[in-house]
Structures are given as structure tokens and as C-alpha cells.
């Protein structure tokens, strides 16, 4: 019956790799397009989140709360690949679920008005609850991932694959890193960071997506029977 149901699991397994893959692209493509053609909205300046309000912000909603979805099942699909050589690793999949549920909640919880956006708003505006709950759920996008990098490294150095070590931490060290100079310039704390802030954001989530991609990739590449 083991035998049997082989073929089943495996695809099943490849399905969810594939979500993986996919949620990263797709997360980045809406909201470079949405950043490009927003009015008043200064993709350099303004976070990722703040696409999320005024009357079009359903569309940033729906793409924090699919691509979710999407990194939930791709993390399940490492989950199962845990037997694989590099993939041998139970926390790894785990932040990377907790991403997924971070970008949920991110989803269902709209950010506050930050550095002037929407028109007509403070660079500062006072806090509410649900921007609260919204940062807080993002948070794992900027922390968990770059620390499943990290683990994933030292699953790929156990494999014996120097070019994963590499990359892997590469990214972790760049994602931090962007997401602090991205911090700096929202809180003010920084004013020659302010005007850049959104451009630092950005990079830090297309680098830690950007790694998930091809991560999930590589899952799918050495998949072995089990």
C-alpha cells in the first residue's frame, strides 16, 4: 500500500514546491506594477504596506493573503522533503510557514499611514490597533525568513554544497540589512534614509523571496522517492 501511494505523495509534494516557487514572483510583480501606476504613491519612499489603503488597497490585501497561502503550502511541501540531503531540517520549513501566516495576517490587518501616504497624511500619523496587529505580522517576512536562510546554509553545508552555504547566508546578511535601513528611514530616526526607505524595503523582500524561489527549486530538482 506504501508503494502504491508513492506516486501520489510525490506529486502532491511537487504541487506544493511549486507554490513555493510561484509566491515569491507573483507577490513582487503585483506590487511593483501597483507601486508604479498609484497616484501620489513614491515606490523609493513609501512601504510595501501602505499600497494596502485607499480605494484600490484591495488589490495589496489580496496579494499579501494569496501569496500567504502560497508560502504556507510551499513550506509544507519542505515539510515533506525533510528526507531529502540539504533539506534535512525541521525549523526551516516551520519559519517559512510562519512567513506565510505572518503575510495572512498582514492581509487581514491594514497598516497605518506612514511617510505622507495617503495625501493629506503625516509622515508620523497616530498608531491604531490593527497597525499594530499588521506590523506585527510582518515582521516574520523580515526575520524568520532570513533566519530559514541561515538554517538551510547549514543543512546545504552538511550536504556537502558550498554554493547553497553561500548563497543562503549572502541573502540572510542582505535581507537584515535592508530591512534595518528600511526601519530607520519610516521611524524618522534616520532623515537621509526617509526618501529611500521604501527602495531599501523592497529589496530586502525581493532578496528573501527571491532565495524561497530558488529554493524551492532546488527541492524540487533533488526530489528522490521515499
Known amino acids: 500500500m506504501d508503494v502504491q501511494n508513492r506516486p501520489f505523495r510525490s506529486r502532491t509534494r511537487t504541487g506544493l514546491l511549486r507554490c513555493g516557487v510561484v509566491a515569491g514572483p507573483l507577490f513582487s510583480s503585483v506590487f511593483l506594477v501597483e507601486g508604479a501606476v498609484r497616484s501620489d504613491y513614491h515606490p523609493l519612499r513609501h512601504p510595501i504596506s501602505s499600497l494596502s489603503l485607499g480605494?484600490?488597497?484591495?488589490t495589496q490585501r489580496a496579494n499579501f493573503l494569496l501569496t500567504g497561502g502560497l508560502y504556507v503550502?510551499?513550506?509544507v511541501g519542505l515539510w515533506q522533503s525533510r528526507t531529502q540531503p540539504g533539506l534535512d531540517t525541521r525549523a526551516g520549513p516551520i519559519l517559512l510557514g510562519t512567513v506565510g501566516i505572518g503575510l495572512i495576517g498582514a492581509g487581514v490587518f491594514r497598516c497605518d499611514p506612514i511617510n505622507g501616504y495617503p495625501p493629506g497624511t503625516t509622515d508620523m500619523s497616530a498608531r491604531t490597533p490593527a497597525g499594530h496587529l499588521h506590523d506585527g505580522f510582518s515582521l516574520p517576512v523580515f526575520l524568520c525568513l532570513p533566519a530559514a536562510a541561515v538554517i538551510y546554509a547549514h543543512?546545504?553545508?552538511r550536504a556537502g554544497d558550498?554554493?547553497?552555504?553561500i548563497g543562503s547566508l549572502t541573502v540572510a546578511v542582505t535581507q537584515l540589512a535592508a530591512f534595518v535601513a528600511a526601519g530607520a528611514g519610516f521611524s524618522q530616526e534616520q532623515p537621509a534614509?526617509?526618501?529611500?526607505?521604501?527602495a531599501f524595503?523592497?529589496?530586502s523582500v525581493i532578496a528573501g523571496f527571491g532565495w524561497l524561489s530558488a529554493w524551492c527549486i532546488h527541492a524540487l530538482?533533488?526530489?528522490r522517492p521515499v
Do not use: E, H, K
Not at 55 to 58: C, V
Open 55 to 58: 480605494p484600490t488597497g484591495w
Open 162 to 165: 558550498p554554493t547553497w552555504v
Open 221 to 223: 530538482r533533488i526530489q
Open 73 to 75: 503550502a510551499g513550506a
Open 155 to 157: 543543512a546545504a553545508s
Open 193 to 198: 534614509l526617509v526618501s529611500s526607505a521604501g
Open 201 to 203: 524595503q523592497r529589496a
